[in-house]
């Protein structure tokens, strides 16, 4: 007789390690019943057997995993976790539903472990301390709502998977994972990195709309579609992601969307990328290791920030469950959501459900408690907790009990500020009028229009396809960009490639003392030097990443060998001019702005705190000592770019999405570096 998984799991004598998955774009869900295997390292994810049999594994990544890349973590102990799949059934969704326990344990809510006084003192610190001395952009800090059910985990895993799917929506994964001691269950809406066939897609997520009270309300959300926090907080996880792409993809990401993912009590916007790889699926979670709505950007940095101002570790919260499935063609299929919106249980019962919120210049802190708060509500919901955190999140009145409490105004925020409305592209319909009810935001031609309208903002570059080089007479010439912690070095090399340049990237450690930069192994000659961006104050004598950084500057300068240098690096050479650099009052972290690029108008983005300055009211360029000019801003002598004999740099990113004439400023920085050619 056939095998029924789905009774024996669900059975009195369930199998010791079992999954139960709704995925997106799948007709059926599905139930895995597996051996536990746990890992050290990604690359020993067993996908073969030791007779070479492919065999297809469900791995658990906690968030502790991303130490293999050298990023720093509170080490919990949360293993990495395998299932070696020895069973699997495919059942219509509806029977899955049916199947599982129809009542919930009884189940206390704890509250926030982290109270909401706790929780906007550390957003108010990040905001200073960090993105205010220039660690980053911005920063994802957690907090975990507690509770303790009256039942075993898998009982607790099982009923809360059943009511989610009755009540949850947009979900990428709907799953529950039970093993011995690790349990997990959850409806994460976000897709960290899949491959199919050689095809990465990634899907960053960012910008939250709590629904108010009554259901979606067009008018309110066109209100936080025009949101310039939140517009930018999505742009900026693209950029992030974009690195990721261009280090696992020969041909970078194509950036697809803006679209909407609406779930139960919020809504969230979104792009897919998609790109081409043929790196082994576990080396693309390695390179991958973690999405930035979940951590921040730069990505290395922020897990240093997480570290500072998290008190405990984040167990599987943020990290990924990746499903690793043989292909026809040898390889392996790649399906890893991240692990958001999921309770961890214990074999006990006790229950934690984190939530975090992006944490960028302009962030409110009561907004940002909102938020967490609003991201725990599907599950909290789910899991009976309503009273535990009031009436709502929305734009009506918190009128809970505990932590949550808090007045319609903050709770309003992050959705009602006038005052950051984005300056509308030239043609963006109107706010959608008035009291009119759509449940589907996505079927609405305004907020449609709206969304297509932010493209209008980001670099066609990455909005198109990359195959195809530029035909730039820059064949052939090696590059050695010099990566400072942060990955906005692998576009550079991307788009470096595109104009037909040979590129390697080397960490900044790989920079001797005196400032020697070694040479790629297939090269006899380094044409240029791309000195890149990087987190910190320049000016810190006691960083040894500066000192590299400024030795390897000064080595290029000295011999006036062609040097291109960005944000960071940018900021050292002008310091080696002479120029003095000055703390921005309100950091530049995710702006786009028009600059005057030596006689043509740039729109380019930038990701700084610190910059360069000369005297304010001098009109743009200004002559400085040894042939050097700078593009400055007017009106506060900010020092936008800067060129000399082999040299150019740019306070901006050429490379970002936000640089709608990127392409062509990178294209003409790398040319005047090399004497025109
Ligand atoms: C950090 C979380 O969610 C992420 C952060 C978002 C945001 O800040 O807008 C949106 C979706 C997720 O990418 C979480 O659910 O805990
Ligand atoms: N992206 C960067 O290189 C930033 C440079 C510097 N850390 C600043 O914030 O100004």
Redesign the pocket.
């Known amino acids: 007789m056939k095998d029924n998984l789905l009774e024996r799991v669900l059975g009195p004598t369930p199998p010791p390690a079992y999954a139960l998955l709704y995925r997106q774009g799948h007709d059926q869900a599905e139930i895995i019943e597996g051996d536990v295997v746990d890992v050290d390292n990604l690359a020993d994810i067993p996908l073969h057997d030791a007779d070479g049999t492919v065999r297809e594994v469900l791995a658990l990544v906690p968030f502790r995993q991303v130490r293999e890349r050298g990023y720093q973590a509170i080490d919990d102990g949360a293993p990495l976790r395998c299932l070696r799949v020895t069973a699997r059934q495919e059942v219509p969704v509806q029977m899955l539903r049916e199947a599982l326990p129809a009542t919930l344990p009884a189940i206390e809510g704890r509250g926030f472990d982290v109270p909401d006084q706790d929780y906007i003192a550390t957003v108010s610190a990040v905001i200073g301390d960090e993105i205010g001395r220039g660690e980053g952009a911005n920063f994802?800090i957690?907090r975990d709502f507690l509770a303790q059910a009256d039942a075993d985990g898998a009982r607790v895993a099982t009923s809360l998977l059943r009511r989610l799917l009755e009540r949850e929506r947009g979900a990428y994964w709907t799953f529950a994972v039970v093993t011995p001691d690790i349990i997990l269950a959850g409806a994460s809406?976000?897709r960290h990195v899949s491959v199919n066939n050689g095809v990465a897609t990634m899907n960053p997520?960012?910008?939250?709309y709590r629904h108010p009270q009554g259901g979606v309300d067009p008018a309110s959300f066109s209100r936080f579609l025009l949101d310039t926090k939140e517009v930018e907080?999505l742009f900026m996880v693209v950029d992030e992601e974009l690195k990721m792409m261009s280090q696992v993809c020969a041909d970078g990401g194509q950036v697809l969307g803006p679209f909407l993912k609406q779930m139960s009590k919020v809504t969230?916007t979104e792009y897919l990328l998609k790109g081409h790889t043929s790196l082994d699926v576990r080396d693309v979670l390695r390179e991958t290791m973690f999405a930035p709505?979940?951590t921040g950007s730069p990505m290395q940095n922020a897990c240093a920030v997480i570290a500072r101002h998290e008190t405990k570790g984040r167990g599987y919260y943020s990290g990924v469950a990746a499903l690793m499935t043989p292909e026809a063609s040898g390889g392996f299929s790649l399906d890893a959501p991240i692990l958001?919106?999921t309770a961890q249980i214990t074999p006990g019962g006790e229950v934690r459900v984190?939530?975090?919120?992006?944490l960028v210049r302009h962030s409110s802190p009561q907004g940002e408690v909102a938020?967490t708060a609003g991201?725990a509500a599907g599950l909290l919901g789910a899991l009976g907790l309503e009273a535990a955190y009031g009436a709502g999140f929305g734009a009506g009145a918190g009128s809970g009990a505990g932590s949550l409490q808090m007045a319609p105004e903050d709770i309003d925020e992050l959705t009602s500020s006038a005052s950051r409305v984005v300056p509308q592209p030239q043609g963006t319909p109107q706010p959608v009028p008035g009291a009119q009810t759509a449940t589907e935001l996505a079927n609405d031609p305004h907020i449609r229009a709206a969304l297509v309208a932010r493209n209008r903002m980001l670099a066609p570059f990455w909005l198109a396809e990359q195959h195809d080089a530029r035909s730039a007479g820059l064949t052939g010439r090696h590059a050695v960009v010099i990566d400072a912690e942060d990955r906005f070095t692998t576009m550079l090399a991307h788009q470096l490639r595109h104009l037909g340049m040979t590129v390697s990237v080397v960490p900044w450690a790989q920079v001797a003392a005196d400032g020697e930069i070694p040479l790629p192994p297939d090269a006899e000659y380094l044409d240029l030097v791309i000195a890149g961006p990087g987190p910190g104050d320049p000016t810190d004598r006691s960083d040894p990443r500066m000192a590299r950084l400024r030795a390897a500057v000064q080595r290029r300068l000295r011999d006036q060998a062609p040097l291109v240098a960005v944000c960071l690096s940018h900021q050292v050479v002008a310091t080696e001019l002479g120029l003095a650099l000055a703390r921005l009052d309100s950091p530049r972290q995710g702006v786009q702005l028009t600059i005057d690029y030596f006689g043509t108008p740039a729109r380019i983005g930038f990701y700084n705190t610190f910059t360069a300055r000369v005297e304010a009211g001098n009109s743009s360029p200004v002559r400085l000592s040894g042939g050097v000019e700078a593009s400055i801003d007017p009106a506060t002598g900010d020092v936008f770019a800067l060129r000399g004999r082999g040299l150019a740099t740019l306070q901006g990113h050429a490379e970002s999405i936000l640089s709608i004439d990127g392409i062509d400023v990178l294209e003409r920085m790398v040319r005047h570096a090399l004497g025109n050619v």
């Open positions: 994802v957690r809406p976000e997520i960012s910008g939250t907080e969230h709505t979940v958001i919106r984190s939530a975090g919120a992006t938020e991201k």
